[in-house]
């Protein structure tokens, strides 16, 4: 059949195995498949009303971060249900995120943790954060969650410092996309041989395929997509979940 070399065609199947029209129609179906599916907002609300795990605390820190002025900064509630899966199926323990806002993520994951987990969170922002450390105090995870205030590089060349190589099971990159390159190599320092790292952002609105779009975080988002594919270091994947997200098992 035309899909045991690799291409599909529904109407050539049906008219090899006679299969009938109805089946024609699931074969059609199935050829849908072979493409994400468009999310509308009549999916989304039933994926998000009616399958989703999302803890309720998790919805309401989503509800007041929306609103925001940069609000859709925030990983999806998909994403971060993702990321706790990956972590609890990880065995994750130690969790370093570069970029945290106002803490989505980063509570997301932190819920996932066994009891001597811990999260070291990366950002600049005292009133994003703030936020976060409120949802973190009541949530009953603030002591397993370090913040670092400083530009990320200066957090992550601290850490390594200090012989933190190789110590983290789960690493989450989100933050300033002209950095993407700096943190990926620093995470690859400090993940441990078999962690995980997460690269947010990465389909970048779709602008990532555009080749008019020349950006600054466009073009670093690009090259980093390049170079992860490539990378011999890495195990890879690109989820197109949330704004598109890269995982890397380091080898
Ligand atoms: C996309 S948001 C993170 C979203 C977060 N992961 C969540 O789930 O809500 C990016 C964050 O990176 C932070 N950021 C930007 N530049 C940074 C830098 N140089 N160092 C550390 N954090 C930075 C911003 O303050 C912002 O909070």
């Excluded at 109805?22 to 907002?41: E, F, K, L, P, Y």
């Excluded at 949530?139 to 190789?166: F, Q, S, W």
């Excluded at 099971?169 to 002209?178: N, Q, S, V, Y």
């Excluded at 600054?216 to 690009?222: D, G, L, P, V």
Aim: aromatic content about 8%; overall charge negative.
């Amino acid at each position: 059949m035309e899909k045991a070399r690799g291409r599909y065609t529904p109407g050539l199947e049906a008219a090899s195995t006679g299969y009938s029209a109805a089946q024609t129609r699931t074969g059609a179906m199935i050829a849908m498949s072979s493409r994400t599916i468009t999310m509308s907002d009549r999916l989304h609300a039933y994926l998000l009303n009616t399958v989703s795990r999302e803890p309720e605390i998790l919805a309401r820190l989503r509800a007041e971060t929306g609103p925001m002025e940069f609000g859709a900064m925030q990983i999806s509630p998909e994403q971060g249900e993702l990321m706790a899966f990956l972590a609890r199926l990880h065995g994750v323990r130690r969790y370093l995120e570069i970029g945290t806002f106002t803490g989505y993520s980063a509570l997301a994951v932190a819920l996932a943790l066994p009891e001597d987990g811990r999260v070291t969170a990366c950002d600049v922002s005292e009133e994003w954060t703030a936020i976060a450390r409120r949802y973190w105090l009541e949530a009953g995870v603030a002591d397993r969650i370090d913040l670092h205030l400083a530009p990320a590089i200066e957090t992550l060349d601290g850490l390594l410092a200090e012989g933190r190589a190789g110590s983290y099971d789960f690493i989450f990159i989100d933050a300033d996309k002209p950095n993407y390159d700096g943190y990926y190599e620093r995470a690859l320092k400090l993940v441990r041989p078999g962690g995980l790292i997460g690269v947010d952002n990465v389909l970048w609105g779709g602008s990532v395929a555009d080749p008019d779009n020349v950006e600054e975080s466009t073009q670093a988002i690009r090259r980093l997509n390049v170079k992860m594919q490539a990378d011999a270091r890495v195990d890879y994947v690109l989820l197109p979940v949330g704004d598109g997200l890269a995982l890397a098992r380091r080898r």
